[in-house]
Structure formats: C-alpha cells, structure tokens
Nanobody
C-alpha cells in the first residue's frame, strides 16, 4: 500500500488549500480513509474520515471548514480546507485503514 499526499503549502489566514492523497495497492472506495494532522508541539489529531459506504466525520475544530471527499476513478481522497486559521498549521497525513502515507506541510501565516 502506498499513499502519496500532496497539496500542502503556505497560505494566509482565511485562505484555502486542497490536499490530495493518491492511493495504490488499495481501493479508496472500499477503505476507511483518514486525514490526521500534527501541529507543532502537539499530539496527532484526527482531522477527518470517510467510511467505505459514505458518511464523514470531523472534530469540532474543523467542522464546517474542512471537507473530505474521494474520487474513486482516480483512487484519490481529498481534504478541502477553507477559512484556514494559524492553528491549522501542521503536517497532514493520509491514512487508509491501518496504512499511513507521508505527510504534507500546511502553514497558515500572514
């Protein structure tokens, strides 16, 4: 299983980014797919997940601002992040079932 995360970068507060997680070796349509993040000096935090049969879940810290989705034809999961705040800064990781991908850095700063 390989999970290639991309799309991170530097954005100003209030801006948007879309992260992508390209999967190989598994099918995103039949997997539990997760986005986690680790902010500087903090523990790993579940940011979003999507179930194989649909249905999503978010912590209060991002609900209403972040949206997880998938494109089965591209075997890719996305995390659309809007209204970004400095506290959203961190390394974002994609996870499929029990397999982890590498992280992508998101920095929210003016």
């Amino acid at each position: 299983v390989q999970l290639q995360a991309s799309g991170g970068g530097l954005v100003q507060p209030g801006g948007s980014l879309r992260l992508s997680c390209q999967a190989s070796g598994i099918s995103v349509s039949s997997s539990y797919m997760y986005w986690y993040r680790r902010a500087p000096g903090k523990e790993l935090e579940l940011t979003a997940f999507i179930r194989p049969v649909g249905g999503t879940n978010y912590p209060d810290s991002v609900r209403g601002r972040f949206t997880i989705s998938r494109d089965n034809s591209k075997n890719t999961v996305y995390l659309q992040m809007n209204s970004l705040k400095p506290e959203d800064t961190g390394v974002y990781y994609c996870k499929a079932n029990q397999d982890w991908g590498q992280g992508t850095q998101v920095t929210v700063s003016s």
